[in-house]
């Protein structure tokens, strides 16, 4: 079985640009999250779909952050225009139960110069 | 005061012993706990995970939860070098889905 697979694993891009992140989910799984850890901090929640329906998008910084997951298959995080401190990992998780183990990729790594 | 708290670390523990680790939460209306490890520059890997007070083993991890003290713990037992990671707590809070972590307990096992 496939795990979590996050496209990128680096981007390093200019302030003012725009970068889109991808992740495709263990298949079947319904719940699909997104994380970022930026420097010296915790994993943070950004949201959280149900197959293709934002159940929870608190996390969520600015309105410059855009997740998409059309066809609740894979997802999209675009960042439009990326700022210097939304440099940081961002996670992919994915789990079949809203409260089930949670499986993450292995991440994209965003710079922003 | 923060949502999942993890003391930072490090923690030092000689190869063979048991490396206690521990995680506090502040939403009493949690509903699932999760361990995850991650090694340096790798993404978080499931460890173990608990839903109902009391102790979860399985192999040299053992999770404990205490729901009116608000806290989980894991216990490695028999450390190994290849233990040595950065361990995350994680709690999910009421209806099970916004995911809150702790910063991480850095474990060091000594050879």
């Known amino acids: 079985e496939a795990g979590v697979t996050q496209f990128p694993s680096h981007s390093v891009i200019e302030k003012g640009q725009t970068v889109t992140l991808r992740c495709d989910p263990i298949s079947g799984h319904d719940n699909l999250y997104w994380y970022r850890r930026v420097m010296g901090k915790e994993i943070k929640f950004l949201l959280h779909?149900?197959?293709?329906?934002?159940?929870?998008e608190s996390g969520m910084p600015n309105n410059r952050f855009l997740a998409e997951r059309t066809g609740g298959t894979y997802s999209t995080l675009k960042v439009q225009p990326a700022e210097l401190e939304d440099s940081g990992v961002y996670f992919c998780?994915?789990?079949?139960?809203?409260?089930?183990?949670?499986?993450f990729g292995d991440g994209t790594r965003l710079s922003i110069l | 005061q923060k949502e999942v708290e993890q003391n930072s670390g490090p923690l030092s523990v000689p190869e063979g012993a048991i490396a206690s680790l521990n995680c506090t939460y502040s939403d009493r209306g949690s509903q699932s706990f999760f361990w995850y490890r991650q090694y340096s520059g790798k993404s978080p890997e499931l460890i173990m995970f608990i839903y109902s007070n009391g102790d979860k083993e399985d192999g040299r991890f053992t999770a404990q939860l205490n729901k009116a003290s608000q806290y989980v713990s894991l216990l490695i037992r028999d450390s190994q070098p290849s233990d040595s990671a950065t361990y995350l707590c994680a709690v999910n809070g009421p209806g099970g889905f916004k995911t809150i972590f702790g910063a991480g307990t850095r474990l060091f096992v000594k050879a």
């Open positions: 779909f149900v197959k293709e329906s934002k159940q929870d």
């Open positions: 998780a994915s789990s079949q139960g809203g409260d089930q183990p949670q499986h």
